[in-house]
């Protein structure tokens, strides 16, 4: 609220004889202060506990020359006890005065809160100056309830409302069950501490902010609101008022849109002129509120939403529009010299200058400009900010606001509190200004306006394992993320279900004599079991020394509930291992061992190698291990990685002294992508190298040795093979889609089969099979996962075992080559020759049906209420299978790397336009947020002050 005197002491004292008083001088209002101070006018600061050190500072708001007459704070200048707070405040103020001969010509609040200004309306009373309202409005004209009410006994447009304290109230319960939603929920006062408005979707969302509110507001005398949303064009009109003129300095939309996972995020504020139809409508109405109020003097801004019906007041705050002012240079410029700062100080020092300021801006503006909040699409604690430097170089570049320096922390923006700044720009060229602002979004999309601390990207394929596992990252907010069980939907085609696609082939007439070990055997190696076990034979299960009991029961929904003919451990020697296998057996004819998963390897090939069965051998000593793996082939002559490995520090140091970054390090004898990180520096690489002697391997066990590598650029890409005794089939060939998304590098979108009769087929399976020989690899599956770099191909590592991600690959493998994958050739290498004869060297060409696995990407957060989206989903025309680990309950994170995995489906469709238009209605819905329904965290709806932009930088020529 503002006051200033009747008298006009401008006209018969010169400005160093008049004193303007005001009470907490934050954000814009500190601005007036400091044209007043230009104008040769004195200015007293009156703090009130509200406010800190930092706060009073007037650099803060881009007022570095500002000097006070003087400033009185409270508790150092005065205390406010017994409700004598006014008349203490008031001596010292008129001694203060006396002191230096001034007169007070106006004292006003300068900030929004109760505090400032009731101390504010006291003091002006006490000194008998007059009000900016009706001195016989005794209703605090503050309260957005007595706002709405004063407006609606105006017979003026008002938003339907009820307030109270308790739900229990008729008003409130009617006013809840009845009305449409979504409903907004606030506090009828501003400044309370947690008030947060939030937009209620359902009744239930109404009442349990409600209750949360009431908590809130307990000890401050405070009511909730409740109102009906309105649907329009918001726009704020700033106006300046003498002696119950009011004239209007600027009319501003707000651009507001969807990002993050929020839907109403501004992005910035338009000026209009008073010729534009939301402003034509807007200015007369908001002179009819400012009316019913009894608004006389001073500045205010009032937020109105332009509807269908009209424009209706959201809110009218009497004071400067807030932001630090920041938007200053912009209006003077398109005004041709003044803003509402100039304005408030004619309308309280100089009522002949504000007699000659227009009663609304008015179009075509001298320049074309508009205000900018930054948007954040990424987060992390920033170690420069290039895009700063890039927006200052911008024609249109007038000013930037923001706190955001070295060592800040910066989020993703989903309300004005995360916006990391705000930039003016303004231009004469329209052209010029538009081609500006899309460079700033595009700096915003690329994440190029802050480089942060770098973290350890994980390179880490998403798989069943990461969507189903509870896995939490200390120190984060993934420490709320749950992964419940996994839900697996299937679709209900007959031609895609898992039983369309199965076949039962019996191979001998003695298989029912006969029983196959199988090692370890989880994730894809239990749709080996069940082939083995549909063909007729037993199988038996053994577990290897340290293998976790966790990964004992990670089985694909596709397999069912698993059932062995015995289940054995490994034994310290082999010798007494294979001794157990035999006792389990029976009578039964021992005829193959496999390994049923990474872990099982080892002990699978020494085990089939004593019991002379079909067996890769142990005459290659480690072949799991990566390190050996690369020596292996590059003595052979074939590409190879860069690398050192050690268990010690030492060991590796050199290495990573010498080697470009960024690089990879990982267990030599991982599984997977267990431990597998990219680092971007040598203090990265150091920590993780540690880490992983600290951390338990994802089959059980420690690691023993960190392998360092050069971090190969290419794509990537997998080669599934089906060995029998040397001769090698090429189950498919695949592509990992991998592309930057919520400020992460690596993250996964899916995998893409490739045409054998491609030149990268051509280039890549070759190369594989060479891999298999030297590495000894005669009989059983492999997958070879394979980086094509600008000099060919290079290995990453060679696993001898079948593909993993829980086999959720094998009904789309089947459909593209008409009937078979990588499982059941896999059972034919060991137990049909005959079958493994006939199978093709290579997949057909061209696929007998379109399809790919789409790896599900969230680019929002929140705890989820629906999944819409996987209905549509289901419904496509290519749907096969889905696998996911969020349900409604769940917390989602925005996808980064595999513990923030959302899922996979598997698409296949005959059409291939049907199929791309499937995955591109996926991404769509992904990148809308349309997956997930999540909890409304309360979607900002006010123009809150960016009293947190500290730093302003403002252009050479403003």
Same mark, same amino acid.
């Given at each position: ?293 009894? +608004? ?594 769940? +917390? ?47 979607? +900002? ?18």
């Amino acid at each position: 609220m503002h006051y200033v005197t009747d008298k006009p002491v401008e006209a018969t004292l010169p400005p160093h004889l008049t004193l303007l008083l005001i009470v907490d001088p934050v954000s814009t209002s500190c601005r007036i202060a400091q044209e007043a101070a230009k104008r040769g006018h004195r200015v007293g600061a009156i703090w009130t506990s509200t406010t800190d050190e930092e706060e009073r500072d007037p650099a803060r708001y881009g007022c570095a020359s500002l000097r006070y007459k003087f400033e009185l704070i409270e508790g150092r200048d005065w205390t406010a006890t017994n409700g004598e707070e006014i008349a203490v405040v008031h001596s010292i103020v008129n001694e203060a005065a006396r002191s230096f001969s001034l007169t007070i010509a106006g004292c006003i609040t300068g900030s929004g809160l109760p505090r400032s200004s009731q101390l504010a309306d006291g003091l002006a009373k006490e000194m008998g100056l007059s009000p900016c309202t009706t001195p016989t409005t005794m209703i605090d004209v503050r309260n957005k309830f007595t706002q709405q009410t004063l407006l609606e006994t105006a017979g003026l447009r008002s938003i339907k409302q009820v307030c109270g304290t308790a739900l229990e109230d008729e008003a409130i319960a009617n006013f809840l069950e009845g009305e449409k939603y979504p409903l907004v929920v606030k506090l009828d006062q501003i400044g309370i501490q947690g008030g947060k408005i939030q937009l209620c979707h359902t009744k239930q969302e109404a009442i349990d902010h409600f209750q949360y509110l009431s908590q809130v507001a307990a000890s401050t005398g405070a009511q909730i609101l409740c109102q009906e949303f309105l649907r329009g064009v918001e726009v704020m009109v700033d106006s300046v008022s003498h002696k119950s003129k009011h004239k209007v300095s600027m009319v501003w939309r707000y651009d507001k849109g969807s990002v993050n996972g929020e839907r109403h995020v501004n992005f910035g504020m338009i000026p209009m002129g008073s010729e534009a139809h939301e402003a034509a409508l807007a200015i007369p109405y908001v002179r009819q509120c400012l009316n019913a109020m009894g +608004m006389k003097n001073g500045p205010s801004h009032a937020k109105c939403i332009v509807t269908v019906d009209g424009p209706v007041l959201v809110e009218l705050n009497f004071r400067a529009h807030g932001g630090d002012g920041s938007w200053c240079h912009l209006a003077r410029a398109l005004t041709g010299g003044y803003s509402q700062v100039e304005a408030s100080v004619d309308a309280l020092l100089d009522p002949a200058a504000f007699e000659q300021l227009p009663d609304a801006p008015l179009g075509p503006f001298n320049a074309h400009g508009l205000q900018v909040y930054l948007v954040s699409h990424s987060a992390g604690e920033v170690t420069s900010m290039p895009g700063f430097q890039v927006m200052k170089h911008l024609p249109s570049f007038v000013s930037l606001s923001t706190d955001v320096a070295v060592g800040s922390t910066v989020e993703y923006t989903t309300s004005l509190s995360t916006s990391p700044g705000v930039c003016v720009l303004m231009n004469k060229d329209e052209t010029k200004l538009n081609k500006d602002l899309e460079t700033l979004r595009y700096l915003e999309e690329i994440n190029a306006i802050f480089e942060y601390k770098t973290k350890v990207e994980s390179l880490a394929r998403p798989t069943a394992a990461s969507y189903s596992k509870q896995q939490k990252r200390t120190g984060s907010r993934m420490d709320d993320m749950e992964k419940p069980s996994l839900v697996r939907i299937y679709s209900n085609d007959p031609k895609l279900t898992r039983q369309g696609m199965l076949m039962k082939r019996m191979t001998t007439i003695d298989a029912s004599k006969e029983v196959v070990v199988v090692v370890d055997p989880y994730s894809t190696g239990c749709l080996v079991v069940n082939e083995i076990r549909n063909r007729g034979y037993q199988v038996i299960a053994c577990w290897t020394l340290g293998f976790s009991e966790e990964m004992k029961t990670h089985t694909p929904g596709a397999a069912g509930e698993m059932k062995y003919f015995a289940e054995i451990d490994e034994q310290e020697d082999l010798a007494d291992t294979v001794k157990v296998i035999y006792q389990a057996a029976g009578t039964l004819r021992v005829v193959a061992c496999i390994a049923g998963g990474e872990a099982g390897v080892d002990c699978a090939d020494a085990v089939s190698e004593r019991m002379n069965l079909r067996t890769n051998g142990t005459h290659v000593a480690n072949r799991r291990d990566k390190k050996i793996q690369q020596e292996l082939i590059r003595d052979a002559g074939m590409r190879s990685v860069r690398q050192s490995a050690g268990s010690k520090w030492e060991h590796v140091v050199e290495f990573l002294q010498s080697e470009q970054y960024p690089v990879v390090l990982k267990p030599t004898d991982s599984a997977g992508s267990d431990g597998v990180k990219l680092c971007h520096n040598i203090k990265e690489a150091k920590e993780h190298f540690h880490h992983l002697f600290e951390v338990e391997a994802v089959n059980g066990g420690y690691n023993t040795e960190v392998l360092c590598q050069e971090f190969l650029r290419g794509k990537e890409y997998v080669v599934d093979q089906v060995s029998r005794d040397g001769i090698h089939k090429t189950m498919m060939v695949w592509v990992y889609d991998k592309r930057p998304a919520n400020n992460s590098a690596f993250v996964y979108f899916g995998m893409v089969p490739v045409d054998p009769n491609s030149m990268e087929a051509k280039i890549l399976i070759p190369y594989a099979r060479g891999v298999l020989d030297v590495l000894g690899v005669q009989n059983g599956p492999s997958h070879a996962e394979v980086i094509l770099t600008p000099t060919g191909p290079c290995l990453v590592e060679m696993n001898v075992r079948a593909h993993g991600g829980d086999g959720n690959w094998r009904s789309l493998a089947r459909g593209l080559t008409g009937g078979y994958s990588q499982v059941e050739v896999t059972v034919d290498s060991y137990l049909d020759k005959k079958q493994f004869s006939i199978t093709p060297n290579l997949p057909p060409t061209p696929f007998r049906a379109s399809g790919q696995e789409v790896i599900l990407v969230s680019y929002s957060r929140g705890r989820v209420i629906g999944t819409p989206g996987y209905d549509i989903i289901r419904e496509l025309p290519s749907f096969v299978y889905m696998e996911t680990g969020i349900k409604v309950g769940s +917390m989602v994170e925005r996808t980064v790397d595999l513990l923030t995995g959302i899922g996979s489906v598997i698409l296949m469709h005959e059409d291939e336009s049907v199929l791309n238009e499937d995955i591109k209605r996926v991404r769509e819905m992904e990148l809308n947020n349309e997956l997930f329904e999540f909890e409304r965290s309360g979607a +900002m709806l006010t123009n809150a002050s960016q009293r947190h932009l500290s730093e302003i930088i403002v252009g050479d020529d403003f």
